[in-house]
């Protein structure tokens, strides 16, 4: 079995957490294969573009935190292919174990002795006032939000074709099951099980306190643009990484991307255990 590796090289321990890997995947007659910058790292020969990942891995491993997963996901398109995340110090949400736990993830690939948990992704496209237009996928949310003014934006929203409200706030969020724990939940959002079949809308900062998270089935379609009354650019960003300058006639449409990420999850480590972990709970 061939595992592909996308490390982060400037997470602190990267290099040794990769040297490592590389060793416990190999004891368990495991093939490594490297991705381009992630050879650089130790300076290995014959990296390989993550992109074609999908045609000659059988797992991919990312070495970094939920942040590198999210890039990871990026880089690895609609490959159909196991991905998982080891943390280079804590567990993430995204992750399937930390840096501590090498060996344990090394044998549960070679015996296949792992679930696989499907999440799913948004599909965003950008309609600009020429006609041209852009998609993107994002694995934890599209935003919406105020630009480098500071001021609240003014923007509508739509669901299936009826409008959903007219906002006045620092920007609008539509988030996955997995992105509920990140931007979303920061800004008031709900937690949602990854198994559940929707997405979450939620606004930044609203002015009016009556505006508050919609969860929304997942063959929904969202349509968000600037309101007649917005003064200013808005900046989108889709898992916090592009950045897109919107004006007066641009929209922006979010639906199911049709290709979800499919996690990989130990025997024992489960979705709850992860919430208890990170939050705190049950901890007097």
């Known amino acids: 079995m061939n595992v592909g590796i996308i490390a982060n090289p400037n997470k602190s321990g990267a290099k040794k957490t990769l040297v490592a890997l590389c060793a416990a995947l190999e004891a368990e007659n495991l093939v490594p294969v490297l991705e381009t910058v992630t050879a650089d790292i130790i300076k290995a020969p014959g990296g390989m573009d993550a992109a074609t990942f999908g045609d000659s891995c059988d797992v991919v491993a990312v070495l970094g935190g939920d942040g590198t997963m999210l890039n ?22 995204l992750t399937t174990c930390t840096d501590t736990e090498l060996d344990v993830f090394a044998k549960a690939v070679a015996n296949k002795k792992y679930t696989l948990i499907k999440r799913m992704q948004l599909k965003a496209t950008v309609f600009a006032p020429d006609g041209s237009e852009e998609s993107f996928r994002a694995l934890n949310e599209i935003t919406l939000a105020r630009g480098q ?6 923007l509508d929203a739509w669901v ?16 996955t099951t997995t992105g509920s724990t990140a931007y979303s939940l920061s800004a008031g959002g709900p937690l949602i ?20 998270s919609l969860v929304v089935s997942d063959s929904s379609v969202v349509e968000l643009a600037p309101a007649e009354d917005a003064e200013c650019p808005m900046l989108f960003t889709v898992d916090g990484r592009e950045v897109v300058e ?18 990989l999850r130990l025997e024992g480590r489960t979705f709850y255990a992860t919430l208890r972990q990170k939050l705190g709970w049950g901890q007097n």
């Open 193 to 212: 099980a990854p198994k559940a079949d929707v997405f979450v809308i939620t606004p930044i900062c609203p002015h009016s306190l009556s505006n508050r």
């Open 72 to 93: 990871a996901a990026n880089q690895l398109g609609p490959a159909n292919i196991p991905v998982a995340g080891i943390n280079i110090g804590t567990l993430g949400f």
């Open 149 to 154: 003014t500071g001021r609240l934006v003014s």
């Open 246 to 263: 919107i004006n007066q006639g641009s929209r922006i449409r979010v639906e199911q991307a049709g290709h979800a990420l499919p996690l």
């Open 160 to 175: 299936d074709g009826e409008l959903l409200n007219h906002y006045r706030a620092d920007g609008l969020i539509v988030a």
